[in-house]
């Protein structure tokens, strides 16, 4: 028995795992081998390709092809038309099939639409990247970046708050959270104190 919504209009090929509660809008291709965990929500025209791995509660919206090689982790939202990569040097004539990059978007992480995501990299848990923003290397735990090429600009919140560290430490103005600066990371060290 299937426990999650398909529409009509899309095609899930044999071979895909899909999780409890996950919907999948219009015009989207989940391909074989692609897994999908539970409570996610792809929106129009999202493709899913082969040996991608898409954790719990992650929201896909519109628009947003996942390539082999991409891993998105547990709560990563992808904006309207963000953009993954997998190859760095591609020519149409030349197979480079075997030189696919991984990328890795950590727990939490938000990309903000039309936003591109250059492969080999990892986007670290909680960071938000910018509309427009075009991301080539790393990208720190709680990060935000915006820009082209995308730049570090200050820390976000878990909640998705912006941060506004004094004398190497931070509270979320919003849920409450506590945090450490040292240098060019920022951790977390206290929990919200409310649900948002």
Not at 69 to 81: A, I, K, M, T
Request: hydrophobic residues 40%.
């Amino acid at each position: 028995m299937v426990d999650y919504f398909v529409h009509e209009s899309s095609y899930v090929d044999d071979g895909a795992l899909i999780g409890r509660g996950s919907k999948i809008w219009h015009f989207c291709h989940v391909m074989p081998g692609a897994v999908i965990g539970a409570g996610c929500n792809l929106g129009q025209n999202v493709v899913v390709m082969p040996g991608t791995r898409i954790g719990d509660n992650v929201k896909i919206q519109n628009n947003v092809s996942i390539y082999e090689g991409v891993e998105l982790e547990d709560g990563v939202f992808c904006g309207p038309s963000c953009v993954f990569t997998n190859v760095v040097n591609p020519r149409s004539h030349v197979s480079r099939k075997s030189e696919y990059r991984r990328t890795l978007v950590r727990r939490g992480a938000s990309i903000g639409a039309n936003a591109t995501i250059v492969c080999g990299i990892t986007l670290g848990e909680y960071c938000l990247i910018g509309a427009g923003a075009v991301v080539a290397a790393d990208v720190p735990a709680f990060a935000l970046m915006v820009g082209v090429p995308a730049r570090w600009i200050g820390w976000v919140c878990q909640c998705g708050v912006r941060l506004e560290p004094a004398h190497g430490s931070a509270r979320c103005g919003e849920c409450g959270a506590g945090y450490v600066e040292a240098g060019d990371v920022i951790r977390l060290v206290d929990p919200p104190r409310v649900q948002v």
